[in-house]
Antibody, heavy 124, light 108 residues
């Protein structure tokens, strides 16, 4: 069974850091691009970041560029999101998602498997 | 950045109704448009990718159409399990894979 399991969420003070992890199973992890998507309480979905299957290409929303870093360890089947300089507006449920493609820009992507989400709360 | 809008923002419908949701991009995105369904407290689910391709396992009552800037998600006969919020997402520009604001479908 294809599964994604996020961890690492919690309560952090403004300006603090947090690292989210997403453990993948049931598929060849390195063959697929991965993304992080977040949802603030009562709000819609916001794409945060994406990474190609090899990890060689990364992409970020303007709202997190320079503060968040996406990475992956294909030997451990794990996706990461390092979040620094956290702000109150970063408070959200963070989902990791598997894409149906390996690299962006060739065929249309789409996030076909999602984790259950991990909650990040930024507050003093 | 490419901006996405959806209409309506919410709608009330009955089981068996035909439901249409519209999504518009601020510039042409070819067919790089996805549709997701989200139920309360749950992760989103991919319904349609590349504007009109039905994701594996998704019932055939869901269909997507459009290209360029205007897209449509249609549910041919609304079922009780279809009451949810629907989001479009452009996957054309890697600068930002923007989601639309969502359309909530609830029971009339």
């Amino acid at each position: 069974e294809v599964q994604l399991l996020e961890s690492g969420g919690g309560l952090v003070q403004p300006g603090g850091s947090l690292r989210l992890s997403c453990a993948a199973s049931g598929f060849t992890f390195s063959s697929y691009a991965m993304s992080w998507v977040r949802q603030a309480p009562g709000k819609g979905l916001e794409w945060v970041s994406a990474i190609s299957g090899s990890g060689g290409s990364t992409y970020y929303a303007d709202s997190v560029k320079g503060r968040f870093t996406i990475s992956r360890d294909n030997s451990k089947n794990t996706l990461y999101l390092q979040m620094n300089s956290l702000r109150a507006e970063d408070t959200a449920v963070y989902y990791c998602a598997k894409d149906r493609i390996t690299i962006f820009g060739v065929v249309p992507p789409g996030m076909d498997v999602w984790g259950q989400g991990t909650t990040v709360t930024v507050s003093s | 950045d490419i901006q996405m809008t959806q209409s309506p923002s919410s709608l009330s419908a009955s089981v068996g109704d035909r439901v249409t949701i519209t999504c518009r991009a601020s510039q042409s995105i070819s067919s790089y448009l996805n549709w997701y369904q989200q139920k309360p407290g749950k992760a989103p689910k991919l319904l349609i990718y590349a504007a009109s391709s039905l994701q594996s396992g998704v019932p055939s009552r869901f269909s997507g159409s459009g290209s360029g800037t205007d897209f449509t998600l249609t549910i041919s006969s609304l079922q009780p399990e279809d009451f949810a919020t629907y989001y479009c997402q452009q996957s054309y520009s890697t600068l930002s894979f923007t989601f639309g604001p969502g359309t909530k479908v609830d029971i009339k």
